[in-house]
Structures are given as C-alpha cells and as structure tokens.
C-alpha cells in the first residue's frame, strides 16, 4: 500500500491513523533495542501529534498531504524542540530552536515526526559505526552495516519502523544505505531541496532527500519537500512537478546509458551481475540502452575527499564550547577550552576529516589541493554534460559490495572511503540519482542507481519504478 492512498483513507474514515501510527510505534519497541536505527523516540510526543490531528479532522478543516503519515528524521535535521545531535558527542545535548525548512513543509501537510535517526557522526561515514550512540545494525542481517551515513533511516524503513523517512546525501549516504538495506533511497538535484536546518558537512554537496519502501512513496514525499527557499541562498526557483504522476513519463522511450568507468575489477561479481541483469530486463522491453564514457570517474573519490573535508573543517569551526553542545569541564585558559572541547567532543573520523580539510586548505597546499579538486570536479560536471546530450539517464551499481561485517572496514579509512566510488560523481556534479534494488541476493539485496540530468528526478523516479525488483 502506498502512503499516497493511506492518506485517502484516513481522510474517509476508511482505515484508523491511530491504528496505522501503532502498528509502527509496536515494530519500533520490538525491533529497535536491537537495530539501533532511532535515537529518539517519545511515545507521548507521537500521540500529542495525533490528537492534534484528530481535532483538525473533526474541525472538518482542510487535510494536508501527509496526513497522518509517520516519518523518521535523520538526526542532523532540525526539529523545533528536539534534540539534533549529528551523532556526535558535542551536540548531544543541543536542542533544536527552529524547523528546518523540510520539517515545516512536513508539518504543514500534517505529516507527523515520528522519530530521529541514528547516522555516522557529522554525516562522515559509511557503515553508521561512527555514531556517538553506538552502530546501527543492517535489519537485513543483523551481524552486517546498514551503511551510511544515513543508516538509522534506511534501517528504519527497512525493518518497518516507518513507512517513509528522510536522509541526507553529500557523497551517497542516501543511496548507499538504501542500497545496503533493502529499500529506496533519492538524492535530489542540488539545490532541489532547501538545506535551511540541516547540519552542514560539504555544503556544496549536502542534500535532503527520501528514503521508503517503495518507489511512488519517495515521488510522494519529494513533491511535498522540494522547493524554492529564500533561505538557502543554493536553493533553485524552478516549479516543482507532481513527482508522483509518474505515468506522465513514457519510459519505453527513454534511452539509457551505461558507463564503462563502473564495471571494473575489484567490484563485487554478484553486485555486477544483479546490475546487468537488470540491464537486460530493460533491453527485453525494447528500451534502447548503449554504453557510454565518464573518463574522469576515476579521480572522483580523491577529490571528493578533497572538497568535502575542506567544506567539513570550515563548518565544523562552529564548535568550540562556545556557541552550541558540548564543554570541556577541565581547562585552563580559553584556547586550552577551544581545543579540550574539540578533542573530547569529535569522534576519531570526524578529527580525521577536520585535519584533512585544514591541510588542503592551507596557505601553500590551497592551490595545489583545493583548487585543483575544484577543476577536476568541473571534468567531472563536463563528463556528465556530454553524455546527457545523447541519453536521458544512466545505469550503474550503487556500491561495490554488499553491505560487509560489522568492523570489517573500520581500521581501514581508505577501504571505507571507496564504498561511495559510484555514488559520488553524481554529488560532485549535484545530478538527482537513486538506488533501487535489484532482486534479492541470500538475505540482502543487489541495488542499482540511477542517475539524471538536473531537475529530472521525474523520470529517475519513472525508470525506477520499472526497475525495482523485491525478490
Ligand atoms: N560516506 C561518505 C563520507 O563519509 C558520504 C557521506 C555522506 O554522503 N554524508 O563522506
């Protein structure tokens, strides 16, 4: 059943949201002690929302779109007086002042929060084991990472705590966590999405988006966050279509691209293979697919690294004990405070990110580091130009293995870094993609992405639809 028609009943008197909203909060207090995917969760707060609900419907008022409809919240997203932690020791026990833009709009079309989601530290991570509250478990297979960075909301889905929930995505901590659990996960196109209110990491990089079980629900829950904001000075004025109208979109003639770049040794064979059967599913409907060139896909993590880490170690100057979270209790003067507040409060990645992006950025390597990853990443942005002059969209894998064993990779910064080889071009250039799954394989899922050109989240989400496979 899709949110879409969940919301119809409600309306109608046809099926009880208290019913509905229950059956999520039981799975929450069986599931969670074990998975880890929320790190609030307030029983009283959920029904006080509801019963708001109620009286607006009995007041025979105007019901919006989301209409009793329960989302998680990854936790770097500001929820007016909840807690927003990042994960991190240092805003543990910030609380939230304001809405991010995204928590409005859900409000507005009376969506309810439902929880905030557990997430990698800062959003640096990709097997959510960096998280200050502890790792999330992949629901799939307990002893296996959800991914990350948004691991709680992709978890969270997965395991049916929440039909819908929302991610943030600098590099592909929405899509690879999708991918590694089992569901769906979009990353806007740069700008789609308005970024007031949430936590900044690579602020050229970060968007908002949704993660669900189902394809039309992610359409669903973008047309109702996306947006032009006066507050986000990246945000783009262009109208928002009705994303989930997807049958306006004529798949068949859509011509699909598949990039050599992403079918290279050292990917996993069974990732591989899901990803071509998929291929030749497309190609059996008569949809034209042919293989196309991203030359410069190989510098692609290397000046993520590059740009994300300067981007992150500007932002998180912010924290010094001053202004926001966390204060070390033992110090001497004020600078002693300033750094025995950032040594206790940031976790080891995010320490590591702080001290690469310091170094690129420093007088002398400014030129040789920073500013040769801004041009790179233009070749990057050139690539994808050129291709999208020939086909609509492309076809790749999301990760190149499935989701691995708990502390498989965490000694091992660099192997963890290529986790997000394929999803990071699509960062770089700010280009809408998504991950679908591709059958299932033992207990866990292949995935592939999707990729667009800017603004052609509709028909991502068309081609989508069509290639997501459950088992
Ligand atoms: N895993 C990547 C990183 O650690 C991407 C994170 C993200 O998209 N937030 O930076």
Request: cysteine-free; proline content about 4%.
């Given at each position: 059943?899709?949110?879409?028609?969940?919301?119809?009943?409600?309306?109608?008197?046809?099926?009880?949201?208290?019913?509905?909203?229950?059956?999520?909060?039981?799975?929450?207090?069986q599931k969670n002690r074990d998975i880890n995917a929320l790190i609030f969760f307030d029983e009283d707060y959920v029904y006080s929302q509801i019963e708001k609900l109620k009286e607006k419907q009995n007041r025979g008022e105007k019901l919006g779109k989301l209409f009793g409809i329960p989302i998680v919240i990854k936790d770097n997203i500001n929820v007016f007086g909840l807690k927003t932690t990042c994960a991190s020791k240092i805003l543990a026990n910030y609380e939230s002042i304001y809405d991010a833009t995204v928590i409005e709009k859900i409000k507005a079309e009376d969506g309810i929060i439902l929880a905030k989601a557990n997430m990698d530290e800062f959003a640096m991570g990709s097997s959510n084991e960096t998280s200050y509250f502890g790792p999330v478990k992949n629901p799939l297979d307990l002893e296996r990472v959800p991914g990350g960075s948004s691991g709680g909301s992709a978890a969270a889905v997965s395991s049916g705590m929440a039909p819908i929930a929302l991610g943030s995505d600098t590099g592909g901590s929405i899509r690879q966590p999708a991918a590694f659990c089992g569901v769906i996960g979009l990353k806007p196109t740069y700008g789609r999405v308005s970024r007031y209110g949430l936590v900044a990491f690579g602020s050229s990089l970060d968007q908002i988006g949704p993660i669900a079980d189902d394809v039309e629900d992610a359409a669903y829950l973008l047309e109702v966050i996306a947006g032009y904001d006066p507050k986000d000075s990246t945000s783009i004025e262009k109208e928002v279509e009705s994303y989930s109208n997807l049958e306006d979109i004529d798949v068949k003639s859509l011509k699909v691209g598949v990039p050599k770049e992403y079918f290279i040794d050292g990917v996993d064979k069974e990732v591989i293979d899901a990803v071509n059967e998929r291929i030749e599913y497309l190609k059996s409907l008569g949809i034209e697919v042919k293989e196309i060139s991203l030359p410069h896909t190989e510098y692609a993590v290397a000046t993520y690294y590059i740009i994300a880490t300067a981007e992150a170690s500007s932002n998180l100057a912010r924290y010094d004990g001053v202004k926001y979270g966390y204060r070390s209790q033992n110090y001497t003067s004020l600078i002693d405070m300033y750094k025995k507040t950032r040594d206790e409060?940031?976790?080891?990645?995010?320490?590591?990110?702080?001290?690469?992006?310091?170094?690129?950025?420093?007088?002398?390597?400014?030129?040789?580091?920073?500013?040769?990853?801004?041009?790179?990443?233009?070749?990057?942005?050139?690539?994808?130009?050129?291709?999208?002059?020939?086909?609509?969209?492309?076809?790749?894998?999301?990760?190149?293995?499935?989701?691995?064993?708990?502390?498989?990779?965490?000694?091992?910064?660099?192997?963890?870094?290529?986790?997000?080889?394929?999803?990071?071009?699509?960062?770089?250039?700010g280009l809408p993609a998504i991950s679908v799954r591709a059958g299932k394989i033992g207990n866990l899922y292949g995935a592939v992405q999707i990729i667009g050109n800017y603004f052609e989240e509709k028909k991502v989400l068309a081609l989508a639809k069509l290639l997501d496979k459950r088992d």
């Open positions: 059943m899709s949110i879409k028609r969940d919301v119809e009943k409600f309306k109608n008197g046809e099926m009880s949201l208290e019913e509905y909203v229950k059956s999520y909060i039981d799975n929450i207090k409060g940031f976790g080891a990645e995010v320490k590591r990110r702080i001290m690469l992006g310091t170094y690129v950025l420093s007088a002398g390597y400014y030129d040789a580091y920073y500013l040769k990853g801004q041009k790179v990443r233009t070749l990057i942005i050139e690539d994808f130009k050129k291709v999208f002059e020939d086909v609509d969209l492309i076809i790749t894998p999301v990760s190149p293995s499935l989701p691995f064993k708990l502390g498989e990779k965490l000694d091992d910064p660099l192997q963890m870094y290529l986790s997000d080889m394929f999803t990071i071009p699509a960062s770089l250039a």
